[in-house]
């Protein structure tokens, strides 16, 4: 009743389900946007003395703050907002797909790796058609063959053993409170529901989602998900070998196996499945005379690897005049910023891919990172835009033996930042990939209404495994690999100190590594608050054109990079920016106005 009530008068004075009707971009030459927009609903930032959650959604964010004040750890809060975004914001997350947990726990920092991986009777090629082209991306999606092996449960309860204070079970009640009584649908969802041209596709999505007309449930319409329940019930019960084994195992294998084009997923791929426990990628990063130390994934992420190089090769250009005019990035700053962005992502396609399959160049990821490789690779960054970008070689690692990931669509995700009482700080990004993932929802009952959708992580390996040369791609499909991820949580600490300062990301697809380095440009180069840090205009690039957020940049903007040689771009930009920082007074949360998540503390 508490989270309820609490609920009731928080979405009353916030107003958060402002809805307009989205904008479809101008062009096919328009980054993928990985989820709808749903207008602009104002976040004031809030600040607590003690602890504070951050999450997508309010319902989330009230179960993370249950379990902090029931004395549960910033990782238990974790758990138990991905449990309920899996109910209240299925398009985004969920039980059936991966995460990546970033966690400090006071002394020492750590990097989870819930990703998922290719089934063992994956091949390179499947996702090629008769005619050895690749599918469409669309085709791939909704294949079986896009369906990875979930990994974000098994992840969590690894790291619930080391940074749990709450038992397990505890932490699954929020979410199946939920599930069993009902929860209003929101604004987002409902828009996202009915704008979703495949969903309704599948028998058991279109029975519980829509209506006997195939209308979406209208807002305010409680949904009640009892198949979701009677699953976390098991889990909170038998831990992670629930999803892994017995009946929601075979029941994931047996929609998988169904058309179109049955995937090669079986029993052994989930009872095999292992997270990881990997060493967190770290960099200095000085701001005038302060010194930051940036913490977050390494690969099979390249987010935080593109975010370093990004702000490495910026410190080696010359700004003329002011970065932000009038609140928001000037041209000449656009115009840098984008350019960076050209060579950083220009790497990401060469070399980014799951470590334990492919080598970093130079023996070390790092040296994508290294102060002179950046500053040489900043003297290609001149006063007019760039039409393509190479790839770099680190200590002259020499010819490139591989090669580079075409571009292709990038979906997906959801971002928890957390701060408990002890200072106990996680950054998740959690995800299914697409929209609605693969569009195959899983239930061990039809007659039990509900359930959980499969991701279609597969499809961020590359569509096609060689180039035209026949060199191999990276990021490729292999038995018991993991996709290669932009998902970038984040923390920041003081590098004097060691102190933390700040958890934050996003999701977003590829361009989560715009939204997470605006966040840190605005927090530690502009010295504005996280809500401020989100509020700016979303911008970037990935190898096409420049693309700035709709209606945030003023004319001139466009026209002084248009004269620069810019292809200009406005968008849609649906950030998801979750962040909370250290303050004198304890802590201020931000959350993004362009989706419906608040900021939940005391």
């Known amino acids: 009743m508490l989270l309820r009530q609490t609920l009731t008068t928080l979405l009353l004075t916030a107003g958060l389900f402002a809805c307009n009707a989205p904008q479809r971009a101008p062009?096919?030459?328009?980054?993928?946007?990985?989820?709808?927009?749903?207008?602009?609903?104002?976040?004031?930032?809030?600040?607590?003395?003690r602890q504070a959650v951050a999450a997508a959604n309010p319902l989330a964010t009230a179960a993370g703050w249950q379990i902090l004040k029931a004395g549960g750890s910033a990782v238990d809060a974790a758990i138990a907002v991905q449990m309920v975004l899996g109910l209240v914001e299925p398009q985004s997350s969920g039980i059936g797909g991966g995460a990546f947990l970033m966690v400090f726990d006071g002394q020492r920092i750590s990097a989870w790796d819930g990703r998922e991986t290719a089934p063992a009777l994956a091949t390179p090629d499947m996702f090629l058609g008769p005619d050895g082209q690749p599918l469409s991306f669309d085709a791939a999606v909704l294949s079986g063959h896009a369906v990875g092996v979930p990994g974000a449960v098994r992840m969590l309860e690894a790291a619930h053993r080391q940074h749990g204070q709450l038992p397990w079970a505890q932490l699954f009640k929020p979410a199946m409170d939920l599930a069993e009584q009902g929860f209003a649908v929101s604004a987002r969802l409902n828009n996202l529901l009915q704008s979703d041209p495949y969903l309704r596709q599948d028998p058991l999505a279109r029975g519980f989602y829509y209506n006997a007309q195939g209308q979406a449930w209208p807002v305010g319409h409680v949904l009640r998900n009892p198949e979701y329940a009677h699953v976390l019930r098991r889990l909170s019960m038998e831990g992670s070998k629930a999803l892994h084994e017995g009946p929601v195992a075979q029941a994931i294998v047996a929609r998988v196996a169904q058309p179109p084009n049955a995937g090669r997923l079986r029993l052994q791929d989930l009872r095999d499945y292992q997270s990881r426990e990997r060493e967190p990628l770290c960099f200095a990063h000085a701001v005038q005379q302060r010194h930051f130390k940036l913490c977050g994934f390494p690969p099979p992420s390249s987010g935080h690897v593109a975010i370093g190089q990004i702000l490495g090769m910026l410190a080696h250009t010359t700004a003329d005049g002011p970065e932000l005019q009038g609140g928001i990035p000037s041209p000449d700053f656009v115009h840098r910023y984008t350019q960076a962005s050209r060579l950083a992502f220009a790497d990401r396609a060469q070399y980014l891919a799951d470590p334990e399959f492919v080598d970093p160049p130079a023996g070390d990821w790092r040296s994508l990172l290294g102060p002179a490789y950046?500053?040489?690779?900043?003297?290609?960054?001149?006063?007019?835009?760039?039409?393509?970008?190479?790839?770099?070689?680190?200590?002259?690692?020499?010819?490139?033996?591989?090669?580079?990931?075409?571009?292709?669509?990038?979906?997906?995700?959801?971002?928890?930042?957390?701060?408990?009482?002890?200072?106990?700080?996680?950054?998740?990004?959690?995800t299914i990939e697409s929209a609605f993932g693969s569009r195959r929802m899983v239930s061990t009952d039809p007659a039990r209404p509900g359930g959980f959708l499969l991701n279609n992580q597969m499809t961020d390996f590359s569509l096609t495994p060689t180039d035209g040369q026949g060199r191999l791609v990276a990021n490729r499909v292999e038995p018991g690999k993991r996709p290669r991820s932009a998902m970038s949580p984040t923390l920041v600490f003081d590098q004097d100190t060691g102190k933390f300062l700040m958890t934050g990301g996003s999701p977003g697809g590829a361009i989560i590594i715009h939204y997470t380095a605006k966040l840190l440009l605005g927090t530690l180069h502009w010295q504005l608050n996280t809500q401020e840090a989100i509020n700016l205009p979303n911008m970037g690039v990935v190898s096409g054109p420049t693309f700035l957020e709709t209606g945030r940049f003023p004319p001139s903007t466009v026209q002084a990079l248009t004269a620069r040689g810019h292809r200009v771009l406005e968008l849609e930009l649906t950030s998801g920016l979750q962040a909370i920082e250290k303050t004198p007074q304890g802590w201020f949360g931000g959350a993004d106005p362009r989706r419906e998540g608040v900021v939940l503390g005391d």
């Open 27 to 49: 062009s096919s030459l328009a980054p993928s946007q990985p989820e709808s927009a749903s207008g602009w609903s104002p976040k004031p930032g809030w600040a607590y003395p």
């Open 374 to 430: 950046l500053q040489q690779r900043s003297r290609l960054i001149g006063p007019r835009a760039m039409t393509t970008a190479p790839a770099g070689q680190p200590d002259n690692v020499g010819p490139l033996a591989m090669a580079p990931m075409p571009d292709q669509v990038e979906h997906g995700t959801s971002h928890i930042s957390v701060v408990d009482a002890q200072g106990r700080a996680v950054a998740m990004t959690t």
